[in-house]
Structure formats: structure tokens, C-alpha cells
């Protein structure tokens, strides 16, 4: 049981150049989300989806686009990077079963420079 | 939407001593506030939470008060120790078990907690 990985670590990016953010999970969690971090900002919600097939915005959307196209895999897409899309992204997943218990599971990050 | 603000942005206590972090929240309709630790270079992980009926919970040194009223949530750190060097995020979102995949998490800042040997 791996929980939540990200692909790559880290990658370096010049702007104009696109990119997808792999997110998986192998828990059967319903729910996933993509947050980027940045310094003195806290985590601020790019997309989510709540399930297969589906996709909402964040807080922060502009300039990336999401698909969920099975259960476990959550794909962030940079289509043209820009240097302010330089941060660290993290992936979570939350389970379905609400029984009150459930809160939500982060990858280790995704660490991405634009040029 | 909701704002959530934390203070202090960083913090440094001798070890042994407590450290309280505070955060307040804007959204009256909140009803869910996990704290996350975060070391340096690793994933944000889940220390506690506290849902909106009760007004204060513990953890062995970790404790979180909330009042509704005042719409403002602490984290306490007692005996604190190195490894509770970190930097502690709180969040808050309305937590809806009918919507339950449309929770949406507002983190606060962070505070950078440095724990004196």
C-alpha cells in the first residue's frame, strides 16, 4: 500500500513548455485534490474531482486543467508554464465513507521551477 | 469565501516550555479544523482536528480549543520537545457528509515553530 505518490519529484521547466502532474492513489479513495505551496502562502487548492470522470476549480485555477479519468489517478496539466507557476505541488485523496474519522491523505510533492 | 488567518508566522519556545498557535476563520458555516505539521521537505501530515460540536480535544501533548463564537481555533504544544520543530499549518472548510467530496480546505499561512534545545 503505497498511498498517495506524485510524479516526477522535480522538474525544471522553461516557459512556454507544457507538463503533467501524475498524482496516485491506491486507497480506493473517492476524492482527490491538487494544491500548489508557496512560500508564506500556505496550500492553496488548484482543482479537485470527486470522483471518476469528474473535475471542479479551486481557489486557483487559471492556467492548469485536471482529468480523472480512472478512480486512482488525478493528472495535472501546465499547457504553456509561466515562472509564477513555480512552487511545490502537493496531490491529496480523502475516502469516501463518511463516518466522521476522514480527513484528507497528501503525496510528497511535486517541486517544479519555470524558467 | 472563507479566510483563514494564523499568527503567529513564526515561533520559537525553549524546549520544555508550551507553544500556542492561533488561527481564525471568516466562514460561520465552518465546521471542520484539522492542523497539519510539515518538516522541512515532506508532506504536510495530520496531528489533530476538531470538529465544530465539541470545543476542545487532546492528544497526549496536543491539544485544540475552538470557540464558535468568536470563530477562532488554537493549537497548544505542551512539554514541546525538537522534534516538534516544524512548520503547523490550520485549515478549516464545512464539512457536509450529504456533499462530503466537496470539502474544500482553507489552510492558514503557517507558523514556523523552532523548539530551543
Known amino acids: 500500500n503505497a498511498g498517495v505518490t506524485q510524479t516526477p519529484k522535480f522538474r525544471v521547466l522553461k516557459t512556454g513548455q507544457s507538463m503533467t502532474l501524475l498524482c496516485a492513489q491506491d486507497?480506493?479513495?473517492?476524492?482527490m485534490y491538487w494544491y500548489r505551496q508557496d512560500p508564506g502562502m500556505g496550500l492553496r487548492l488548484i482543482h479537485y474531482s470527486v470522483g471518476e470522470g469528474t473535475t471542479a476549480k479551486g481557489e486557483v485555477p487559471d492556467g492548469y486543467n485536471v482529468s480523472r479519468l480512472k478512480k486512482q489517478n488525478f493528472l495535472l496539466g501546465l499547457e504553456s508554464a509561466a515562472p509564477s507557476q513555480t512552487s511545490v505541488y502537493f496531490c491529496?485523496?480523502?475516502?469516501?465513507?463518511?463516518?466522521?474519522?476522514?480527513?484528507?491523505?497528501f503525496g510528497p510533492g511535486t517541486r517544479l521551477l519555470v524558467l | 469565501g472563507e479566510n483563514v488567518e494564523q499568527h503567529p508566522s513564526t515561533l520559537s519556545v525553549q524546549e520544555g516550555d508550551s507553544a500556542v498557535i492561533k488561527c481564525t476563520y471568516s466562514d460561520s458555516a465552518s465546521n471542520y479544523f484539522p492542523w497539519y505539521k510539515q518538516e522541512l521537505g515532506k508532506r504536510p501530515q495530520l496531528i489533530i482536528d476538531?470538529?465544530?460540536?465539541?470545543g476542545e480535544k487532546k492528544d497526549q501533548r496536543i491539544a485544540v480549543t475552538l470557540n464558535k463564537t468568536a470563530k477562532h481555533f488554537s493549537l497548544h504544544i505542551t512539554e514541546t520537545q525538537p522534534e516538534d520543530s516544524a512548520v503547523y499549518f490550520c485549515a478549516a472548510s464545512v464539512r457536509d457528509i450529504s456533499n462530503f467530496g466537496n470539502e474544500k480546505l482553507t489552510f492558514g499561512t503557517g507558523t514556523r515553530l523552532t523548539i530551543i534545545p
Open positions: 491529496a485523496s480523502l475516502p469516501s465513507l463518511a463516518g466522521g474519522r476522514e480527513t484528507q491523505y
Open positions: 486507497m480506493n479513495h473517492e476524492y
Open positions: 476538531i470538529r465544530s460540536n465539541v
